[in-house]
T-cell receptor
């Protein structure tokens, strides 16, 4: 079993749609959690950290359920520019330590 | 510059040659990480440096891979006797304290 699992997609949605990505992690000792975004042939870029209380940044909402070892990302009113691969990432330590990446979920937003 | 800088951006070499990849982290960042991403695959951790502590080498796939970090700043990842399966994008990241990691643009390595 992979340490971090995501639905690889692709998710093909129209502009304005709401899309949700799910992620599960296997190590209950995981301490910190992130969503990164990776555009084609580019480096991963931090989208947002994920907190137990849930957090929102504009159209993006992230949730963490430690009991279920489950992380989610919700994108509302999707834009063409949201098209990318979204990477679920966990860290066994905070601060520092190696990041464990999911395979990524590909999102394609169409006009 | 303001971000993590990696060089070269692209490297093509023949099987069996040695290669060196360079990473210049964000100034002041104490932690430095190397990852690689093979075609169609997720990111794979290779090695992690934190200050003056012994590096975490648990992700290095074989003894052909090594890395060093001189003076707590620039790091070099060396791959000896390259094989075709070493072809990948090698990404460097750095961070400070409990802040998230920031990635460089990567080095795209192709082994012929």
């Amino acid at each position: 079993r992979k340490e971090v699992e995501q639905d690889p997609g692709p998710f093909n949605v129209p502009e304005g749609a709401t899309v949700a990505f799910n992620c599960t992690y296997s190590n209950s000792a995981s301490q910190s959690f992130f969503w990164y975004r990776q555009d084609c042939r580019k480096e991963p870029k931090l989208l947002m950290s994920v907190y137990s209380s849930g957090n929102e940044d504009g159209r993006f909402t992230a949730q963490l359920n430690r009991a279920s070892q489950y992380i989610s990302l919700l994108i509302r009113d999707s834009k063409l520019s949201d098209s990318a691969t979204y990477l679920c990432v966990v860290n066994l330590r905070t601060p520092g330590g190696k990041l464990i990446f999911g395979q990524g979920t590909e999102l394609s937003v169409k006009p | 510059g303001a971000g993590v800088s990696q060089s070269p951006s692209n490297k093509v070499t023949e099987k069996g040659k040695d290669v060196e990849l360079r990473c210049d982290p964000i100034s002041g960042h104490t932690a430095l990480y190397w990852y690689r991403q093979s075609l169609g695959q997720g990111l794979e951790f290779l090695i992690y440096f934190q200050g003056n502590s012994a590096p975490d080498k648990s992700g290095l796939p074989s003894d052909r891979f090594s890395a060093e970090r001189t003076g707590g700043s620039v790091s070099t990842l060396t791959i000896q006797r390259t094989q075709q399966e070493d072809s990948a994008v090698y990404l460097c990241a750095s961070s400070f304290a409990d802040q998230p990691q920031h990635f460089g643009d990567g080095t795209r390595l192709s082994i012929l």
